[in-house]
């Protein structure tokens, strides 16, 4: 059955839930609303990433110091990641219908300096340092998004090292180290601005 939507037609697909007048998602832009409703949900001051805060688990130490043993209220080593959005959109990875491509594309687009705790352990929980790293070379990235990511991504170095191999930690360094002196230039350019007036 062939249904008019606007000037073009299409063919009815052959879906139960198929509603008609309405033209059905692609599947980038079904993807995409996807990942922004499980972004859309993240509250930093409501959702941990791990179960322990890495100021719990230094209050913690301090405390078995201080009583000179005892046992561990908490576990101390605990590293598993149990934010409900990072759990979900490893999920929503695994799931058919998209591409890892497309997929890594519409996440790394969707960060911001309030998401990028679950994008980043996201990422890097999926095996994909190289899309994080790739998404702080981008050129207009402000500095708040830049700054979360490299507080996120230092979080995940200290509380899950076994997920970094040599050659990860060594384009960080390098990524790091661009983007110091790129700062340094920036620093110098505005020292000699402001003394020529």
């Known amino acids: 059955m062939v249904m008019p939507v606007g000037c073009d037609f299409y063919v009815r697909p052959k879906e139960k839930n198929f509603i008609p007048g309405i033209k059905p998602m692609t599947k980038p832009d079904d993807l995409r609303r996807k990942v922004h409703l499980i972004l859309g949900e993240y509250n930093p001051a409501l959702h941990k990433i791990y179960r322990h805060t890495e100021s719990e688990i230094l209050a913690e130490h301090l405390r078995i110091a201080k009583n000179l043993g005892g046992p ?13 959005q990072v759990l979900l959109l490893k999920t929503l990875r695994g799931q058919g219908g998209h591409s890892e491509k497309d997929f890594i594309k519409v996440l790394s687009n969707a960060v911001t300096d309030h998401n990028a705790p679950v994008v980043v352990h996201a990422l890097v929980e999926l095996g994909r340092l190289d899309a994080v790293l790739a998404i702080l070379g981008r050129e207009k990235l402000g500095p708040d998004v830049a700054a979360s990511i490299w507080q996120r991504l230092g979080e995940k170095l200290r509380r899950e090292p076994h997920r970094f191999t040599d050659a990860d930690l060594e384009e960080i360094d390098k990524i790091r180290g661009m983007e110091e002196q790129l700062l340094r230039l920036a620093l110098k350019a505005r020292r000699d601005a402001a003394t020529t007036l």
């Open 72 to 84: 561990p209220l908490a576990d101390l080593s605990d590293t598993a990641v149990v934010n409900e």
